[in-house]
């Protein structure tokens, strides 16, 4: 089957393995959509298992992960220091206060100051 003019990926799959054909107008979108295809090569190959009636690999494990590339895991933060009538503070400095309504109602915390998606980031204390 002959790819269309919009044609930008195409997977195709046979007794050999699998093919991938990427076309793109530019480096720009070549780079785009070679990352597209690197993000779902594990969907890709775990169609090509099906199709071969072979097992599915399943996820690596964190375990797994860490003896690959040889790393320690992450230590969790220490808890934060609360003295009352101040702003409690853990390891990344002193928390903010933050409020707000969520479905079950209104809420109030103290919140870590490390950037948003750190893996050491502190837990929020909620407060009553």
């Known amino acids: 089957?002959?790819?269309n003019a919009t044609t930008k990926i195409q997977v195709n799959y046979g007794k050999d393995g699998v093919l991938v054909n990427v076309y793109a107008d530019n480096q720009g979108e070549l780079e785009a959509l070679l990352a597209?295809?690197?993000d779902v090569?594990?969907?890709?190959?775990?169609?090509?298992?099906s199709l071969r009636?072979?097992?599915?690999?399943?996820a690596p494990t964190v375990e797994s992960i860490e003896k690959?590339?040889?790393t320690p895991p992450v230590a969790p933060a220490?808890?934060?220091v609360v003295v009352e009538g101040q702003a409690p503070t853990c390891s990344h400095g002193t928390m903010a206060f933050r409020n707000g309504t969520s479905a079950r109602g209104p809420w109030r915390a103290w919140m870590c100051a490390a950037p948003k998606g750190a893996v050491d980031k502190c837990e929020p204390i909620f407060l009553k």
């Open 1 to 3: 089957m002959a790819a």
């Open 36 to 38: 597209s295809v690197q």
């Open 41 to 49: 090569s594990s969907l890709i190959n775990s169609v090509n298992a």
């Open 53 to 58: 009636g072979a097992p599915v690999a399943s």
């Open 68 to 70: 690959q590339f040889n």
């Open 78 to 80: 220490p808890a934060p």
